[in-house]
T-cell receptor, first 112, second 113 residues
């Protein structure tokens, strides 16, 4: 069965620092990949998604992610974080015929 | 922009009671889902629903759970006899196709006492 791992449970950064959150999945076939964000007290929102094509995808709020098929990875990046990026970030994978499998989440705290 | 809505936002119930969580998916979506997130844990898939029947369900979705689309707009999750461990945030989601992006509702926080 598909599994998703996220490298860090909690990341603490200062404003303007660069961010990279790791995500790896186990199933090697065709997959759709997603990053969701959950701001404090709010619901899950889609940041970006990869279905096919250019492996570097750009999402909302300056986020981007790179799909590296050989590494089964889909890491999330942002060059300069803001205090408002404080949230929990979930990587999710959907392979054909299966439903979303979420990673355990990474809590990002950005210090002003 | 259309949104998935869920009611109630919070529900407190006694162990053994039945609860019904309601969702209104985005109107042109055809696939519907329920997920739950126990406090401090990851989001877990419960069930998917398409063409008025369950298409997939996880091990969590046992006989105590059921889903229904009673009137073409609402999508409900019923827990027949709640247990303490059912306390969680329950998210509804919908998508146009089975392979596409799922739009999530704000969740219902269920507390079983």
């Amino acid at each position: 069965a598909q599994s998703v791992s996220q490298h860090n449970h909690h990341v603490i950064l200062s404003e303007a620092a660069s961010l990279e959150l790791g995500c790896n999945y186990s199933y090697g076939g065709t997959v759709n990949l997603f990053w969701y964000v959950q701001y404090p007290g709010q619901h899950l929102q889609l940041l970006l998604k990869y279905f096919s094509g250019d492996p570097l995808v750009k999402g909302i709020k300056g986020f981007e992610a790179e799909f590296i098929k050989s590494k089964f990875s889909f890491n999330l990046r942002k060059p300069s974080v803001q205090w408002s990026d404080t949230a929990e970030y979930f990587c999710a994978v959907k392979d054909y015929g299966q439903n979303f499998v979420f990673g355990p989440g990474t809590r990002l705290s950005v210090l002003p | 922009e259309p949104e998935v809505t869920q009611t109630p936002s919070h529900q407190v119930t006694q162990m053994g009671q039945e609860v019904i969580l309601r969702c209104v998916p985005i109107s042109n979506h055809l696939y519907f889902y329920w997920y739950r997130q126990i406090l401090g844990q990851k989001v877990e898939f419960l069930v998917s629903f398409y063409n008025n029947e369950i298409s997939e369900k996880s091990e969590i979705f046992d006989d105590q759970f059921s889903v229904e689309r009673p009137d073409g707009s609402n999508f409900t999750l019923k827990i027949r006899s709640t247990k303490l461990e059912d306390s969680a945030m329950y998210f509804c989601a919908s998508s146009v196709g089975g392979l596409g992006n799922q739009y999530f509702g704000p969740g219902t926080r269920l507390l079983v006492l």
